[in-house]
């Protein structure tokens, strides 16, 4: 069965220092995997997905990814955080095309930047 | 463009009563939809989804059912509502599974 981990619950950061969100996932077959976040009482909103080719890609407000197929991992980074970007990130991961539509989420990872 | 609408945005209801959430997407067609619940600010865990008319699968056993009666139209309902179905509810809709997906601003039932 396919699955997400997001293995902490919160990550505190300084301002201006770097951000790691980390992401393990558990899929038959290729995955394909994203990365999103929400603010409080709010949808959740895309920032970047892997599908396949380079294993670094980038995506929305500063933010990157890098897959890692030996390690099941897909951890989310930026190299200076914002006070703004405080909010909650989930992983995400969907099996290949012959495997259904289903859409996976990990637990989510609460995010804390302090000036 | 594509929209997503998901109403109420809010419910109160009591124990034992029925339920109907509905979303609906707009500027798009055949999506693939979900419902998902989202307890106490974090996880999502995965209610139901449809990639098509009339097919519905799913994920979790519980008092609550989905319909797609149209291509673009995602209805969650209960016939007698239990406290633990309290939670803040999202739609979403993509394409298949190498596009991303959108969500709905979600509801959030109380049930009292």
């Known amino acids: 069965a396919q699955s997400v981990a997001q293995p902490e619950d919160q990550v505190n950061v300084a301002e201006g220092n770097p951000l790691t969100v980390k992401c393990t996932y558990s899929?038959?077959?290729?995955?394909?995997l994203f990365w999103y976040v929400q603010y409080p009482n709010r949808g959740l909103q895309f920032l970047l997905k892997?599908?396949?080719?380079?294993?670094l890609v980038k995506g929305s407000y500063g933010f990157e990814a890098e897959f890692n197929k030996s390690q099941t991992s897909f951890h989310l980074k930026k190299p200076s955080a914002l006070v703004s970007d405080s909010a909650l990130y989930f992983c995400?991961?969907?099996?290949?095309?012959?495997?259904?539509?289903?859409?996976?989420f990990g637990q989510g990872t609460e995010l804390s930047v302090k000036p | 463009s594509q929209t997503i609408h998901q109403w109420p945005a809010t419910l109160v209801q009591p124990v034992g009563s029925p339920l109907s959430l509905e979303c609906t997407v707009e500027?798009?067609?055949?999506?693939?939809l979900y419902w998902y619940r989202q307890a106490a600010g974090r996880g999502l865990q995965l209610l139901f989804y449809?990639?098509?008319?009339?097919?519905i699968s799913s994920e979790v056993p519980q008092n609550l059912s989905a319909s797609r009666p149209q291509d673009r139209q995602f209805i969650l309902s209960s016939k007698k509502l239990l406290l633990s179905d309290s939670g803040f509810y999202l739609c979403?809709?993509?394409?298949?599974?190498?596009?991303?997906?959108?969500f709905g601003q979600g509801t959030r039932l109380t049930v009292v």
């Open positions: 979403a809709w993509n394409q298949g599974p190498v596009t991303e997906a959108f």
């Open positions: 899929v038959s077959g290729n995955p394909y």
């Open positions: 892997y599908i396949t080719g380079d294993n």
């Open positions: 995400a991961v969907s099996p290949p095309y012959n495997q259904g539509g289903k859409l996976i």
């Open positions: 500027g798009t067609s055949n999506p693939n």
């Open positions: 449809s990639v098509g008319i009339g097919q």
